[in-house]
């Protein structure tokens, strides 16, 4: 069953990435430069990302995952230690502690906010003995922000790092107990903060990620383990000059000075840089993130609008305060019949996410069917809307339309 207009429209995917002249200029500067990696677009766009997140350092990696990574390492996870996440997310949040060779533990959502439900992490923290866990990673699920208040009194109580995986929120904010304003990534509250420049998320730079913190110790570390675990400032070298110059010790040495070859490996670390000209990207991406939030913000708006009590909404993201909207997220009964009914008519929605539990690599380590029902009842009517800032109303209007055909 076609809906009328669907001629008119190209395919409508559920996420879009939107590429200008300005930036193509940007990356077309950097390929006509010295620098194609780790150059001086590297520290601009970490500045300039500190600075919209309102964080005091980050460190910009080669994707969301390598950061989820190197956040991991930093903190010293290690083959004995437990950590908390949501089982709705990408399967990255929960990945990243298993690299370290850690065990992973979920806590159910709350069925409003469809985010980590922070009491029910309470009860298992309260119920396993003192030490089981080493922390937290919460997620920005679909850009609506975590309460990291209320988290960290909780982390806190029970000596817990925090992990904000923020892929879906750069530009959102929740509002704390003093009625501040907290942006995403900010470091106020999580020891560590990820994002994502993949061309779904809001800033795009084809692949790339960042890490955000307002922890000068960790920030040193990350940097460290970004390239290799490799130090090239002689103020941390831990050998001294006998042994950097190759003459053994006790002679003496011709200058006080580490020759120009010498730098240290200190930590096994990895290389996760980013690419000069991804750097120049994702900085002039980042110029027009403001405008992007906004757009999406009236886009929610015009869905809850258009879903407010039609008898086939189970639950939708409706209107809230620092929602980043990176989805739109609606439960239906008869999901699979939306599904392929807006596929027929050229629109490619998604489905965020089968709960990481349920994935056979997490189901070998005894997870199963029923463990998180509120997760589970979530993915069973979940469907992301289109929801990118240069959706257009017509496009817009059409999948509002064709899902009221479905129905109707
Ligand atoms: C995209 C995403 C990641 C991973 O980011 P990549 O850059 O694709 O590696 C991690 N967590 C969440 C929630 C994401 O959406």
Known sequence: MQSKSNKIFDPIPYGRQNISDEDIEAVNSVLRSDYLTQGPEIEKFEEAFAEYVDASYAVAVSNGTAALHLCALALGVHSNSKVITTPITFSASANCIRYCGGEVDFADIDPETTLIDIDLVREKLKTAPKGTYDGIVPVDFAGRPVNLEALRQLADEYDLWIIED???????????????????????????????????????????????????????????????????????????????????????????????????????????????????????????????????????????????????????????????????????????????????????????????????????????????????????????????????????????????????
């Open 166 to 408: 923020a892929c879906h929120a750069p530009g959102g904010y929740f509002v704390d107990s003093k009625g501040k304003k907290q942006f995403c990534g900010n470091g106020n509250y999580a020891d560590l903060a990820i994002f994502s420049f993949h061309p779904v998320k809001h800033i795009a730079a084809g692949e790339g990620g960042m890490i955000t913190t307002n922890d000068e110790v960790l920030y040193q570390k990350l940097l460290k383990l970004r390239t290799h675990g490799i130090i090239k400032n002689s103020k941390e070298y831990s050998n001294d000059l006998n042994m950097a110059i190759g003459k053994s010790n006790g002679l003496e040495t011709e200058s006080n000075e580490y020759p120009g070859w010498y730098m240290e490996m200190q930590d096994l670390g990895y290389n996760y840089r980013l690419t000069d000209f991804q750097a120049a990207l994702g900085r002039s991406q980042l110029g027009k993130a403001d405008e992007g939030i906004r757009r999406r913000r009236e886009i929610a708006s015009c869905y809850a609008e258009a879903f407010a009590g039609k008898e086939y909404i189970r639950h939708q993201a409706g209107v809230v305060e620092g929602h980043a909207y990176h989805l739109y997220v609606i439960e239906v009964e008869n999901r699979l019949g939306l599904y392929n009914a807006l596929r027929e008519n050229n629109i490619y929605a998604q489905i965020h996410y089968i709960p990481v539990h349920l994935m056979p690599y997490y189901q070998q380590f005894g997870w199963e069917k029923g463990d998180f029902p509120r997760a589970e009842a979530y993915y069973s009517g979940c469907i992301s809307l289109p929801m990118f800032p240069t959706l257009t109303d017509e496009e817009q209007e059409f999948v509002i339309e064709c899902i009221d055909n479905f129905y109707g």
